[in-house]
């Protein structure tokens, strides 16, 4: 039988995380798979070892692993879940931790976020739109996308096949990762933490 995969699908608001927190906890599942880079795998397992959640996050900074641009946002909407770690691996002692994320899609998507900055201020400051260079940006911006989402599909497709039943967190407005999973012989179930949110971003 094909691994059946949940996805918990859910904005990047910390308010939706700690609700993603709570449903980890009634799920059943024999592998949870966390959509934060796959070089934080080894401080997730650390986390639910027991480790002070202060230290795990030191040496994610110090190590550089999150980029210091969006590091201090990610920890905020990221920290229900990596809190929920530890208790969680209590309670389901056997469930396989993994992260799937591409290691350098939140570099290159840091790097992207700074230039959309810029162009944003040139506008305001010259009160002129630069199309050309806003549709490059954008264009940019869904090809990394689009790539990442093909890496971690065939990335979790290859783990979650190994499990007859796993939860995978995935964000709202990415519907290319579900269809690949699909694609690639995973049967997937939706949950939407945040049904209203994804009923905005396709108005």
Not at 68 to 94: D, F, R, T
């Amino acid at each position: 039988m094909p691994a059946v995969v949940t996805l918990i699908s859910t904005p990047k608001l910390r308010r939706s995380h700690e609700k993603t927190a709570q449903y980890l906890g009634r799920l059943k599942y024999e592998a949870l798979f966390l959509n934060f880079s796959r070089e934080l795998e080894e401080y997730i397992r650390l986390l639910a070892e027991g480790l002070p959640y202060s230290h795990v996050i030191a040496e994610i900074r110090r190590n550089r692993l999150i980029p210091e641009a969006v590091v201090g946002n990610w920890e905020y909407y990221a920290e229900p879940i990596l809190k929920k770690i530890e208790n969680l691996k209590n309670a389901k002692p056997n469930v396989s931790l993994h992260c799937y994320g591409m290691p350098a899609y939140e570099h290159i998507s840091a790097q992207l976020s700074v230039k959309i900055a810029l162009q944003t201020f040139r506008s305001m400051t010259t009160g002129k739109v630069d199309v050309k260079a806003w549709r490059s940006l954008l264009e940019e911006e869904v090809k990394i996308s689009l790539e990442a989402s093909e890496d971690e599909a065939e990335w979790v497709s290859s783990r979650a096949s190994k499990y007859s039943r796993c939860a995978c967190i995935s964000e709202t407005s990415n519907p290319v990762f579900s269809e690949r999973l699909k694609e690639m012989g995973i049967k997937v179930k939706i949950l939407n933490v945040e049904p209203e949110y994804l009923s905005l971003i396709h108005i």
